[in-house]
């Protein structure tokens, strides 16, 4: 759910509205699939959508909305800037889906410390590369 809400709010600020097909395509589901969850949302007073139309967020959509994509942005953000290499899109949706909003804010926190000190970010990073050799020349 929480996915497509976040999908529906990122492309309707491109776009100003989604459709079904597009909203398929994006999140790679059956059109069948996003229907359903597009009618369940709109019960749930979250879209404003008609049969075969657009797809508009209602105003609590879009505030559920853009939380879910600062979420995703704040993650990504933390994951870029530690230097994790490995497919960091299917990372943070591992992570955004089991995140408190303490840890959320408090790792929006460190993004910002970072960003302040970039000195901090170099001596961690630097501390990581060595971390990693040495985990690399021992034997298990």
Known sequence: MEDYLEMIYRNN???GYTRINVLSELLNVRPS???KMVQK???MG????KRYGIILLTDEGKKIGKFLLERHIIIERFLRTIDVNENILAQTELIEHN????TLNCIDILNNFFERYPEMLEKFID???KK???DTTQDY
Do not use: A
């Open 13 to 15: 600020l491109q776009e």
């Open 33 to 35: 699939s996003t229907t």
């Open 41 to 43: 949302l709109t019960d």
């Open 46 to 49: 979250l879209l404003d959508y």
């Open 99 to 102: 995140i408190s909003r303490d």
């Open 127 to 129: 501390y990581k590369n």
């Open 132 to 134: 990693k050799k040495e």
